[in-house]
C-alpha cells in the first residue's frame, strides 16, 4: 500500500480523498517544486543523451571517407538484385532460348506465370540432371541467403553506430561473403554437370556480376575489421562522457 509523502502514514482502500487523513497535507501536490526540479533535470538529462547518441550516429556513419564508403556498400545488395547471375540457355518448357537471370527476373517470371513452381522443382526428379538441376536451385538459396544477409547488415549498421560497433557488421558482411563463394562454387558445378548430362538441351554460363557483389562484400568486411580497431578510443569516449554526464546529474540533483 502507499504511504504518504510527508508523515509515512501507511494509506489504506477508505483514503480516497487527496488529503492524508493524519497530517492534512495534499499528497498530489506535495513538494511540487521539488519534483518540477526533478522532472526537469531528467527531461534535461534525456535531451543531452539524445544528442550524444546523434551525435555518435553521425561520426560513426560519415565521420571519414572510409565510415561513408562503408554505409554507400551496405547498399550494394539491393542493387545486386538488378543483377543477372548466370546465362541460361534451355529448350524446356520454361525457358525458351538463352536467358540472363537474375533475382528480379526469377521473382518477376514467377508472378507472371512464366515460371512454374512445380515444373521447376520437378526437374529434380529427373536421371540424367537431377542433381544438376538441385546444385542450381541451392546456388538460388544461397545467394538469396548472402544479400538477405547484406540488408540485414544495412539496419545492424544503424542501430550499431551509436556506440561505435562493428561486429554485427562483421558477422553480416562474413556470411554474405561465404554465402556468395558457395554460390559460385554451386553454379560453376552445376554448368559443368549440365555440360557432361544433357549439353544438347542446357548450358549454364556464370556472370561476372556475382564476382562484383562477392568483391563488394569482401570490400566492405574488411572496412568493419579495420574500423573495429578505430572505434575503440571512440567508443571509449562516448562512454566516458555518458559517466561523466550522468554524475554531473547526480551532483546537481543532491
Not at 55 to 73: D, E, H, M, P, T
Amino acid at each position: 500500500m502507499a504511504r504518504c509523502p510527508n508523515c509515512s502514514y501507511k494509506l489504506g482502500i477508505a483514503d480516497v480523498k487527496a488529503e492524508c487523513p493524519v497530517c492534512k497535507v495534499n499528497i498530489p501536490n506535495f513538494n511540487w517544486e521539488a519534483r518540477l526540479d526533478d522532472d526537469a533535470l531528467k527531461a534535461e538529462d534525456a535531451w543531452m543523451s539524445f544528442r550524444r547518441k546523434i551525435g555518435s550516429f553521425k561520426n560513426a556513419l560519415f565521420g571519414n571517407k572510409l565510415r561513408i564508403a562503408r554505409f554507400v556498400l551496405t547498399f550494394a545488395p539491393i542493387i545486386f538484385v538488378l543483377f543477372p547471375m548466370f546465362k541460361l540457355t534451355a529448350e524446356l518448357p520454361f525457358s525458351d532460348g538463352a536467358e540472363s537471370v537474375s533475382l528480379l527476373s526469377i521473382i518477376l517470371s514467377i508472378v507472371n506465370g512464366k515460371y512454374d513452381i512445380g515444373s521447376m522443382l520437378g526437374f529434380i526428379s529427373l536421371e540424367k540432371s537431377g542433381t544438376a538441376f538441385i546444385v542450381l536451385y541451392a546456388s538460388l538459396v544461397l545467394v538469396v541467403l548472402g544479400v538477405a544477409a547484406g540488408v540485414l547488415n544495412f539496419f545492424v549498421l544503424l542501430i550499431s553506430g551509436v556506440g561505435y560497433h562493428t561486429k554485427g557488421n562483421i558477422i553480416c558482411c562474413s556470411l554474405s561473403t561465404l554465402f556468395f563463394i558457395a554460390a559460385i562454387v554451386c553454379i560453376t558445378v552445376a554448368s559443368s554437370m549440365f555440360k557432361s548430362a544433357i549439353p544438347e538441351i542446357v548450358s549454364l554460363r556464370l556472370s561476372y556480376s556475382l564476382f562484383i557483389g562477392l568483391a563488394l562484400f569482401i570490400v566492405n568486411l574488411v572496412i568493419s575489421v579495420v574500423m573495429k580497431n578505430s572505434f575503440k578510443p571512440e567508443r571509449a569516449k562516448y562512454r566516458e562522457s555518458a559517466a561523466a554526464e550522468y554524475e554531473k546529474r547526480l551532483a546537481e540533483a543532491a
